[in-house]
């Protein structure tokens, strides 16, 4: 008999599940330009020259292309106004071509980002970040346009694993508005009964013990340990944070807000990192990018 030193949690390969789902998104896409003559287009924002900021929008453009979905690529200098930005993103809302807007941040200190992100049309917000979006994803009976694509990815890597959420308790560390909070919005829509956890909470890991779904999104390295983890529970781990590693060529490595190792002594499923949540984004990006087009195009 299995003792429980051998148990081995099963790996959610995120990386395997995002690409099924862009199969299936290429395949709607490739339908559309069919039936309609029309493709989804999606509008990529750049401000300034940030090395990392630059790779994220080449991987999104990248995906993009895969898929069929148009890019329209919009790269301004670091230097641009607050006013010419707003502008530009008011072009794109009047275009009819381009189904979802995408700003990547940060943006330079120059430029208020909230001004920004609320100026996107709510029905090409892909990203999923305006206040009206989150505000129906808060609210009993109403749906958002569209659901903010890590959460949603988190849903998904569930959903796609065959783990029920009605009814589980959930906890979710972290209540960031790009994580923490709408995922703990979504988990409470699906039925869950949430518990979020924040830099305030005080014996976190008792609270943290009791979950059948941890969402991990902190920003803390390796910070949730395997006897914080109730036997059998579902990890998906968000947190993405560069260790020093002197046998890694880049000097580094990542890790998640989940010792992994000891997780999978434990828990029943777990996400690695790098390959867990991270695919799922750019995945559900293109997946809201779609939606927003057929809203639009299948009409
Ligand atoms: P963030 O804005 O820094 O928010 C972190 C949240 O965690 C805050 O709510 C903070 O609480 C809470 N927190 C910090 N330390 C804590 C602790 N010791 N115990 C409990 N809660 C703690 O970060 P974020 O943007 O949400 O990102 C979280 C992580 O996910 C990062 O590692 C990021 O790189 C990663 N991420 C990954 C993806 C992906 O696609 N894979 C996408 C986005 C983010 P307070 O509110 O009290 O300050």
Redesign the pocket.
Known sequence: MASIADHQASIIDGKAIAQTIRSEIAEEVQHLSQKYGKVPGLAVVIVGNRKDSQSYVNMKRKACAEVGIKSFDVDLPEKVSEDELIQKVDELNADPDVHGILVQLPLPKHINEEKVLSEISIDKDVDGFHPLNIGKLAMKGREPLFQP??PK?CLELLSRSGISVKGKKAVV????????LPVSLLLLKADATVTV?????SN?ESIIREADIVIA????AM?IKGDWIKPGAAVID????AVDDPSKKAGYRLVG?VDFQEACKVAGWVTPVPG???P??VAMLLKNTLDGAKRKIAQ
Do not use: E, K
Request: charged share 5%.
């Open positions: 694509c890590t990815g560390v972290g209540r960031s508005n790009i994580v923490g956890v924040h830099s305030h909470t976190p999104a902190a920003g803390q910070m968000v947190g993405t944070n807000d867990g949540v991270g799922m984004t």
